[in-house]
Nanobody
Framework: QVQLVESGGGLVQPGGSLRLSCAAS????????MGWYRQAPGKQREPVAH???????NYADSVKGRFTISRDNAKNTAYLQMNSLKPEDTAVYYC??????????WGQGTQVTVSS
């Protein structure tokens, strides 16, 4: 059974940094596109960043230049380095793994709170 477990969330002041981790198991990690999404209360879940099998990255305009997605296939782990955090970054952050045109999986989420 595929499992994704996020960690690294917490409370941080504006301008601070956090590094989220997504540990995957039960799949061949290198076969999947990895992504991070976030959802604030009362808002839709939105994509934040994705990284392909070839390590091509894509970012939402709102986080471009501040966030960096990466992956370590040997450790079956994806990361989201978040710098220069803003109050509007406050959300539950979810890890996603997927194969184009096939299956996808979600983690349980980790809370990120940026104080104002």
């Amino acid at each position: 059974q595929v499992q994704l477990v996020e960690s690294g969330g917490g409370l941080v002041q504006p301008g601070g940094s956090l590094r989220l981790s997504c540990a995957a198991s039960g799949m061949i990690f290198s076969n999947y596109v990895m992504g991070w999404y976030r959802q604030a209360p009362g808002k839709q879940r939105e994509p934040v960043a994705h990284i392909t099998r070839g390590r091509t990255t894509n970012y939402a305009d709102s986080v471009k230049g501040r966030f960096t997605i990466s992956r370590d296939n040997a450790k079956n782990t994806a990361y989201l380095q978040m710098n220069s955090l803003k109050p509007e970054d406050t959300a539950v952050y979810y890890c996603n793994a997927g194969r184009v045109g096939a299956e996808y999986y979600w983690g349980q989420g980790t809370q990120v709170t940026v104080s104002s």
